[in-house]
């Protein structure tokens, strides 16, 4: 019987970023993809990496705004070779993010973003400096650099797999498989079995039936739906910024962020677009974000653009306000260990979650099952 410390269920960020953190640990792992890795959540990401500043609109700095504000270092560590998951060599697809807004918006946002508590988080950039598009003469208004950085989530993904690839395989974990032991949980893959000191439940939208086959009745999930926009276009600039002329809330009013699509870009739009946009069929939404396209980008030309949308839930715990989440989650109910990282940035927050619910390794011999290795999935403007 094959016996490790540890087996891993789902394979977006978090179930990656564990395997690598647990392997690099002395931990023996594997992990359980049901469809191809990364293609729920993750790969439908925006990719930033951020510290938070888009939670601190509201002109103070809340728990949200604080306890992120760290991860674009710790990323920028692993990023090179000093952090605790290697990611030497994986070049991310933006240094920079960008926050921007037409002359007459901001406001008492100008001295908030201006003061001490906020220095190195955000600079506001003199005119010489300003990216493109925002280096048009049509532009007229104020843009801030923040500390933030974009990463491509597949190249992401690519370059957490590559150490661990013959431990991430392709199985859909599923009530039967599962029976709680006193002293470990031991799984029933088709013909093979496997005993596991902990199960760790990383599988987004699908915990709550892990859970609830285990009858586990905390954490319960949360799901908070978003509609995003994908906009084609012959523009030859990539943009990735926040939005904010004519903010209604503490939300951006679009947060941009571009991806390689052939020859040229493919501008992914979320923020209030996204949340507001739940509501709206595809074709109303479509209308919609045009419209915000021409109020945020008035000197840009959108004709001949091709829109389309993509309805995609975030899973989280589930909060008494219904709110998002301030942090990366994780709870342990006898062997099993349940996580959300909430945010692709949050995950070397859940990752420290996990590590600080586990045992020292228990040094089992490296394991090969005789099921199919899992797949790495596609963006979803690559289908
Ligand atoms: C549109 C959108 C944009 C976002 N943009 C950002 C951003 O720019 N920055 C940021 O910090 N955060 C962002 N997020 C949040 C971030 O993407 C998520 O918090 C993160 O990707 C969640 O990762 P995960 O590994 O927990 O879940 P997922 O990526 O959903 O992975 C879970 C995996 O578990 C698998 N699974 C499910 N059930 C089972 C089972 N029974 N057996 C085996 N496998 C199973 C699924 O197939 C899936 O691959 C965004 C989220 C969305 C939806």
Known sequence: MARVDAVIV???????????????????????ESARLGEQQTLASQGMIHGGMKYALAGRLTRASETISSMPGRWADCLAGRGPVDLRGLQPLSERYYMFADASTLGQLTGFFASRVLRGRIRKLETEDYPQPFADPGFKGVVYELQDFVLDARRLLLKLLEPVRNHAYQWRLSAGDICVRPNGIRLTLGETEIDAEHLILTAGTGNQALLDAMDIKEPVTQLRPLHQVLVRHSYPHPLYAHCLTGIRGREPRLTITSHPDGDGWIWYLGGQLATDGVGMSDSELIDHARAELDACLPWLNWDGATFSTLRVDRAEPAQSSGQRP??????????????????????????????????????????????????????????
């Open 10 to 32: 789902g394979g977006g960020i978090s179930g990656l970023w564990l395997l690598n953190l647990l392997a690099g640990r002395g931990y023996s792992t594997i992990l359980l």
């Open 326 to 383: 301030d942090e990366a989650y994780a709870s342990a109910c006898g062997r099993c260990i349940v996580g959300w990282p909430t945010k692709l940035s949050l995950a070397p927050d859940m990752g420290d979650k996990v590590l600080a619910l586990l045992p020292p390794p228990a040094e089992h011999p490296p394991v090969m099952l005789g099921i199919p290795l899992a797949e790495l999935g596609q963006v979803p403007w690559s289908h």
